[in-house]
Each structure stands twice: as structure tokens, then as C-alpha cells.
């Protein structure tokens, strides 16, 4: 509150002594502790998106090479040609060939991971102050 405010404040309220002092105290700790919460809530929830990435990641990569996902794609560099000249049986074997429902948890995961991170970063700015500014 600022001096004003406290001044106005105190013409029209009797107050004991400290218990101003006291309840802005516990009003700054209380704050403190809700950006402590988040930040926490955050990090714990960054670090688990991280590791269901990892996991995610080792599926797609599994059903990529029992697919032939990978061969197919690699055909594109190697012979252009082939892909050119039958290119709707080619698109149509890659598509399904393709680890999609893989490939959406994964961009499911990291868009959500992209969210906490960011709502960390802001729960740090409540937390920090100004060296948090940098991380919104």
C-alpha cells in the first residue's frame, strides 16, 4: 500500500500498533508462497513431459524401423526418380507406413511442455521479480 493510501486509511480506521505491518507481511509471504506452489508445480510438471517424451520418442523410433517408415523416406534422397514417376503410390505408402499416432502424442507432449514452461517462467517472475521478466 502506499503512503496515501496508508494515510487515508488511517483516518478512518483505528489500527493497533503493528497489526498494519503484520498483515502486509503475511499478505507478501502468502504471494510468495502461491508463486513457490506454481513454480514447483511446473517444474515438476516440465520434468514429466520430459520424460514421456523420452518414451514417446523410443515408440516412435521402434515403429519407425518395424514400419519401414525410415527405408521409405530415405528412397526420396536416393531415388528421386522412382518417387517422381509413381508419386500417388508412393505418398499413399508412406502415409501408411507413418507412426501417426505417435507422431500426435509427441506434438501433443511437447506443445504441452511448451505450456508449462512458460507458465513456470511466469511463476518465477512472481516469485523472482525482475530477474524472472527474462523468463516470460
Wanted: some cysteine.
Amino acid at each position: 500500500m502506499n503512503q496515501k493510501g496508508r494515510n487515508n486509511f488511517k483516518l478512518y480506521v483505528s489500527v493497533p500498533d503493528g497489526l498494519e505491518d503484520r498483515i502486509l507481511t503475511q499478505v507478501k509471504k502468502a504471494i510468495k508462497r502461491n508463486s513457490l506452489e506454481r513454480l514447483v508445480a511446473g517444474s515438476v510438471a516440465s520434468i514429466a513431459l520430459v520424460a514421456g517424451l523420452v518414451i514417446v520418442g523410443r515408440t516412435i523410433m521402434a515403429e519407425t524401423a518395424m514400419s519401414g517408415f525410415g527405408q521409405y523416406l530415405s528412397l526420396i534422397f536416393t531415388n528421386s526418380s522412382l518417387v517422381l514417376s509413381d508419386w500417388r503410390d508412393f505418398a499413399w505408402t508412406i502415409v501408411e507406413s507413418a507412426p501417426i499416432t505417435g507422431f500426435a502424442i509427441c506434438l501433443g507432449a511437447a506443445g504441452m511442455l511448451l505450456a508449462a514452461i512458460r507458465w513456470t517462467g511466469r511463476a518465477w517472475n512472481g516469485f523472482n521479480g525482475i530477474m524472472g521478466k527474462l523468463a516470460v
